[in-house]
């Protein structure tokens, strides 16, 4: 297997099955919602044909309600297109915030899933990262998924962001327990190996680090196979 | 006819509620599984209208529950899955299943049809 399909291998491919499945049904409630509200106005209509008052303030508020649900409807259009183009590029240089943003958005789509806050987010500091943004997507959602499942939608997420010498530290604090070491579960271990990513429990069951070094190893590694890879086939 | 409708979705449900009242259907509108439960020990209702998919519980554990409590309470399950297909491995018919957007006049032929 060359190095391009392992990005796209089963494991992966689940992972944008799940997310656009998620954002599907998000787009679907929207409707739904602007479905019912136009069906009220139908019906509003219909009574004033039978000499019922028309309220204007009822009106008003459909409108409204309306208005906020297309809104809704662009902004998860807008995060689906960012995360489908996260596969633009195998290797890329990204900002670990824009991405961190982009996975709370996709989480926010899972009727299971808790709250996800950033903290630090906007200190300034450089938090770009050379990576497959596609896999770190991978990581840190199946992540945030795992300990959901455990603790429940009451549970609240906060990701630290640290910027050093050695990289970036992701730390996630969950306000729930877990009873499982998250990256002990082999398919988070695999995915944070393969990106180069240290992983390790900072308080058990509570809080776990996530170290990203801006450019791994193994990124570059990849990186160089994906050239050959492109050379050998010109 | 009266009618419990659950869903987290809460402007979905509140204005699917007026629209059903214009068509002579009381409906209570909550909106997550542990109000649902509460609102149906106080009171009865010919048929409850689950969400499928919602936090904290799943309609078809909120049917089990809520069945427990008051036996001969019917359901209708509403989905915004893509298809209904597969929703029968949930050990229920296809049938009881609506796909969202809703379509008013179906629901009420399905109220209509499990309350005879």
Known sequence: MNDSSQLMNAENLLFFGKVNASISHELKNILAIISETSGFLRDLTDLAKQGKELKIDLLESCCESINEDVQRGFSTIKT???FAHSVDYPIKEIDLVELLRLIVHLTGFLSYAGKVYIENDDDGNNHDVLTSPFLL???IYQSLIFIFNQTG????IKIQMITGEEGTCLIFNSTEKLNTNLFETPEIKKAAQALGIAVTEKVPGQEFKMLIPYASSEIKELADRLQIERSSED | M???LVDDEQKFITMLAKRLSFRG???DVVFSGDDAIKKIKENDYDVAVLDIKM???SGVKLKNELSSLKPD?????VTGHGSLDGLENNGMPKSIYLSKPLDIELLITKLQEITI
Do not use: W
Request: aromatic share 8%; proline share 4%.
């Open chain 2, 25 to 27: 259907v009381e409906a």
């Open chain 1, 153 to 156: 939608s009451n549970n609240k």
């Open chain 2, 2 to 4: 009266k009618i419990i």
């Open chain 2, 55 to 57: 936090p904290g519980i």
């Open chain 1, 80 to 82: 689906m297109n960012q």
């Open chain 1, 137 to 139: 997507q991978n990581l």
């Open chain 2, 73 to 77: 309470l019917k359901f209708i399950f």
